[in-house]
């Protein structure tokens, strides 16, 4: 698994630093921004992508919420 997905997916990958709250805030970020771009086609492909960095993106807030202390 590469590190940028297993860090995408989860901050404690076996073998793999654990993730940041900053770098978990700047992905979020990234998802947002490809999110907004991409809402400007009105493409089926486009909404699909939509969905999926959605579903993304809440599970890295998700992730965000169980690490606060």
């Known amino acids: 698994m590469d590190i940028q997905l297993c860090r995408t997916l989860s901050p404690f990958c076996?073998?793999?630093?654990s993730v940041?709250?900053?770098?978990i805030t700047q992905e979020i970020?990234?998802?947002t921004?490809?999110?907004r771009t991409l809402s400007y086609s009105s493409t089926k492909a486009?909404?699909?992508?939509?969905?999926?960095l959605q579903q993304r993106r809440?599970?890295?807030r998700a992730q965000l919420e169980a690490a606060e202390p």
């Open 14 to 17: 076996e073998g793999m630093p």
């Open 29 to 31: 970020e990234k998802l």
């Open 46 to 52: 486009a909404a699909e992508k939509i969905l999926q």
């Open 58 to 60: 809440r599970e890295l």
């Open 33 to 35: 921004e490809e999110i």
């Open 20 to 23: 940041t709250r900053n770098e």
